[in-house]
């Protein structure tokens, strides 16, 4: 019976939340298109090539080629990590819940 109050809890906040970010996407939308409306054509300068010698930002923005990226490195240790601890919550659901469950029905 507990539960049934934090769901209604939940349920309302989620009632209330809707209409707010319905409003806030419709302003946002609104203007996005005056300002989609404005723009005839490109404003500015075309980017220069990444590559190109006369860059200046090829320096400034670490356009250089790096022999491995550093997301490959982070994906394998966050996979690690997220598998370690799926394991971890296994462990402890079948010390803490499943195990006491199976000795009080015995």
């Known amino acids: 019976m507990r539960r049934l109050p934090v769901f209604v809890v939940l349920l309302a906040m989620l009632m209330l939340a809707a209409p707010v ?24 300068p075309n980017p220069a090539e990444r590559t190109a010698e006369d860059n200046p930002a090829r320096e400034l923005a670490g356009y250089e080629d790096r022999e491995l990226p550093f997301h490959w490195g982070a994906a394998w240790i966050l996979a690690f990590a997220g598998l370690v601890g799926l394991v971890l919550l296994g462990g402890l659901y079948q010390l803490l819940v499943r195990g006491p469950a199976q000795k009080s029905n015995s």
């Open 21 to 44: 970010t319905a409003v806030a996407d419709e302003g946002l939308a609104s203007e996005t298109a005056i300002l989609a409306a404005e723009a005839d054509g490109p404003v500015g």
